[in-house]
């Protein structure tokens, strides 16, 4: 059992910057990959980055490529998403999520979600 809590969210101006951090409870967390979707007022949710468990390895939806940088520090069990040059259309609910193998880009691949955190771009 995996317990993700988010933080981070708030609202800012276009071409403003957050750093999201998700904490994740238990030991193995290094053995989880970690991923990043969101889901804005009438839409699905979709992928925005992932990340492998030992950090060497990440990818990102197209929309966000060069903007926003997934990392993790698996000594304090977190990962986090660093958001640059945010723009309105990146407002929505982001959500970590987490999945025993490798990294995907699939909603239904991870087992353990969070509660998600709001991000608000205004322009």
């Known amino acids: 059992q995996v317990q993700l809590v988010e933080s981070g969210g708030g609202l800012v101006q276009a071409g403003d910057s957050l750093r999201l951090s998700c904490a994740a409870s238990g030991r193995t967390f290094s053995s989880y990959a970690m991923g990043w979707f969101r889901q804005a007022p009438g839409k699905e949710r979709e992928f925005v980055a992932a990340i492998s468990g030992s950090g060497s390895s990440m990818y990102y939806a197209d929309s966000v490529k060069g903007r926003f940088t997934a990392s993790r520090d698996n000594a304090k069990n977190t990962v986090y998403l660093q958001m640059n040059s945010l723009n309105p259309e990146d407002t929505a609910v982001y959500y970590c999520?987490?999945?025993?193998?490798?990294?995907?880009?699939?909603?239904?691949?991870?087992?353990?979600w969070g509660q998600g955190t709001q991000v608000t771009v205004s322009s």
């Open positions: 999520a987490a999945r025993n193998g490798f990294r995907s880009r699939s909603p239904s691949d991870y087992l353990y």
